[in-house]
């Protein structure tokens, strides 16, 4: 067997920007990075394609506690993958709130436009793939 030639990444250091024209750029995630892609203006070159490019951010977060604001993606849907733990996702739209229960292995879609957030009944990681352009958040 060859020897490799480079590392595999982590997807919790760094995120990849799927972009619409084929090609996947691994963005190197700072602590500044959420904060980055929330703003008018980001400093960094990697975050502002993802916020002007079309196409899907992958990421992978460890969840220890409820998010503490809905979010919603008004762009296009998000498919959201537990790998571990055990978290409900609360959907909230013109039929009121409605519940996916998500646990190890299972995962759920987001619809686009759909208000949503998260609570943890057992620590665990996820995976998210995001069409997240003009991502709107409020407090719960």
């Known amino acids: ?46 975050i502002r394609r993802v ?16 998010t503490p604001r809905w979010e919603m993606h008004p762009a296009g849907d998000e498919i959201l993958y537990l790998l571990s733990g055990a978290i409900d996702v609360v959907l909230q739209d013109e039929g009121g709130e409605r519940v996916v229960a998500l646990r190890a292995g299972t995962a759920c879609t987001v619809p686009q436009g759909v208000w949503h957030r998260m609570i943890v009944h057992e620590p665990g990681d996820f995976l998210a793939i995001t069409f997240g352009k003009g991502t709107q958040h409020r407090a719960v």
């Open 51 to 66: 916020k002007r490019v079309d196409g899907w951010l992958v990421t992978r977060f460890h969840m220890a506690e409820d």
């Open 1 to 46: 067997m060859a020897e490799p030639k480079q590392p595999g990444f982590d997807l919790r250091s760094t995120y990849l920007h799927l972009a619409d024209a084929g090609d996947a750029l691994q963005i190197e995630v700072k602590p500044t990075f959420w904060q980055e892609l929330m703003s008018d203006e980001p400093a960094g070159a990697d």
